[in-house]
């Protein structure tokens, strides 16, 4: 059964037309979307049918055999000619004025889809999620294998369907349809760096670096100094950090001490006082012998200071 010498027949929608561009007809909004602009004949015949809505579409190029999904905006094209997004005719490899093929069809609403950026410049955007979001709401099926585009910020973004679940073809109108993205594809790993060092270097920097010894604690390691800021004539002898073999003594907690500190000892404990000053660095001869002397100059001292007497003073009289 033929309507109106189009080629309408049966139960279903079938036809054939020439594609143009949404340029032709001054419609750039549609390029945003996914809908197609058909002739009047065709929406007379497709109200005589019993189909679905909202109203889908298959694009067929028989040609390239391609084959992809739509809807449908308006009916105010000239008969025989179709207006469509120009990525869409780039999915189809279509050219102005090539045939294709047009057939209403039903699809599942999507539960799953999988995008795929072009570039990276997609994943810069302060929030692609919301972006994405918007222009779907303008699109009303997908299609694994075609690549649709979003526009933002005088920018166009083109992004692969990978998969699409339940089916190769889903509807998008009024679902909740996962999304999940893949890496963009120009996106490139960051390579590690790996440092190749030569096996002959590697044993010999191995062979140059020694043991580290761990360093061992040695108390009251710092310098002597003197109250009157003078230099001390005696230092005291450097005390290494070496091994343990090298320190038996200090190992077996029985270092001997010098003859120098224990002629200081005896000389301070003889007199029973403390010891500042240059006579720290005195033998103890000398400073029994300086005591000595001390002790006789003390004693003159103590004879020529004049004893307390009472009533010493003068007598004066009132009378004057």
């Known amino acids: 059964m033929f309507f109106d010498g189009y080629g309408y027949h049966g139960t279903s929608f079938e036809?054939?037309?020439?594609?143009y561009p949404a340029s032709f007809i001054e419609k750039p909004q549609i390029e945003s979307g996914d809908k197609i602009i058909m002739p009047p004949s065709?929406?007379?015949?497709?109200?005589?049918?019993?189909?679905?809505?909202?109203?889908?579409?298959?694009?067929?190029?028989?040609?390239?055999e391609r084959v992809s999904h739509c809807g449908v905006l308006e009916f105010i094209a000239e008969e025989g000619m179709i207006y469509m997004p120009y990525w869409m005719m780039e999915n189809?490899?279509?050219?102005?004025?090539?045939?294709?093929?047009?057939k209403n069809v039903t699809l599942p609403k999507?539960?799953?889809?999988?995008?795929?950026?072009?570039?990276?410049?997609?994943?810069?955007?302060?929030?692609?999620?919301?972006?994405?979001?918007?222009?779907?709401?303008?699109?009303?099926?997908?299609?694994?294998?075609?690549?649709?585009?979003?526009a933002y910020?005088?920018?166009?973004?083109?992004?692969?369907?990978?998969?699409?679940?339940?089916?190769?073809?889903?509807?998008?109108?009024?679902?909740?349809?996962?999304?999940?993205?893949?890496?963009?594809?120009?996106?490139?790993?960051?390579?590690k760096p790996v440092a190749s060092v030569p096996p002959s270097k590697a044993t010999s920097q191995a062979e140059e670096v020694p043991a580290e010894t761990e360093p061992k604690f040695n108390p009251f390691t710092g310098t002597g100094r003197r109250l009157d800021g003078k230099p001390m004539s005696y230092q005291p002898p450097p005390v290494s950090s070496g091994s343990k073999d090298k320190q038996p003594a200090v190992a077996n907690g029985s270092r001997q001490p010098s003859l120098g500190s224990i002629s200081k000892n005896t000389a301070r404990q003889?007199?029973?006082?403390?010891?500042?000053?240059?006579?720290?660095?005195?033998?103890?001869?000398?400073?029994?012998?300086?005591?000595?002397k001390e002790t006789k100059q003390e004693q003159p001292k103590k004879e020529e200071r004049p004893k307390f007497q009472?009533?010493?003073?003068?007598?004066?009289?009132?009378?004057?």
């Open 42 to 64: 065709a929406l007379d015949r497709l109200a005589s049918l019993h189909i679905d809505y909202p109203m889908l579409f298959e694009l067929q190029n028989a040609a390239a």
């Open 110 to 150: 999507g539960k799953y889809v999988k995008l795929q950026p072009h570039t990276k410049d997609f994943l810069d955007i302060s929030n692609p999620k919301a972006i994405l979001e918007t222009t779907l709401r303008n699109y009303s099926c997908l299609t694994t294998g075609d690549s649709i585009m979003v």
């Open 270 to 292: 003889s007199q029973g006082k403390l010891v500042f000053g240059s006579n720290a660095s005195r033998s103890p001869k000398e400073t029994q012998q300086g005591a000595g």
């Open 153 to 191: 910020n005088n920018k166009k973004y083109y992004i692969d369907i990978v998969e699409t679940k339940p089916s190769n073809a889903i509807s998008i109108i009024e679902t909740d349809c996962e999304v999940d993205f893949a890496p963009p594809l120009d996106y490139k790993e960051p390579e």
């Open 15 to 19: 036809q054939t037309y020439r594609c």
């Open 310 to 320: 009472a009533f010493s003073g003068k007598k004066y009289s009132l009378k004057g």
């Open 92 to 102: 189809l490899l279509l050219q102005e004025g090539d045939i294709v093929r047009v």
